[in-house]
């Protein structure tokens, strides 16, 4: 139970930020798992694709840190760092891709190299 929670809650986060950047697709998902959190890398490699199905995250690309260090103060829990998107709408009507960082829970733009 507390691993559909973690998905879910991710999930609202990455909707939340493609509705507030505008985001058609999203190309790449970055996560930081805590050495002290009950899920593996290859836990959430099989499951992503089912729990994806439908969003915006579909189909997106999943990279994953798996931290060893269990005092650090996130030990045990999955963090969201960023997400690529592509193409993201821009008031002046042009496309273009880019990353989103989050920090502390906002959100900063980077162009993706």
Known sequence: MHEQAMY????????????????HRI???????????????????????????????????????VSADPGDPRAQGVVLTS???????????GTGGGRVDMDGGGASREPCA
Do not use: F, M, N
Request: hydrophobic share 40%.
């Open 83 to 93: 997400i690529d998107v592509e193409p993201v709408v821009r008031e002046s009507g």
């Open 27 to 65: 190309t790449r998902i970055r996560l930081w798992v805590g050495a002290l959190s009950h899920l593996t890398e290859d836990r959430l490699r099989e499951q992503w694709p089912h729990e994806t199905r439908g969003t915006v995250a579909e189909g997106a690309r999943l990279e994953v840190e």
């Open 8 to 23: 879910r809650d991710l999930l609202r986060k990455i909707e939340e930020v493609s509705a507030a950047e505008r985001v």
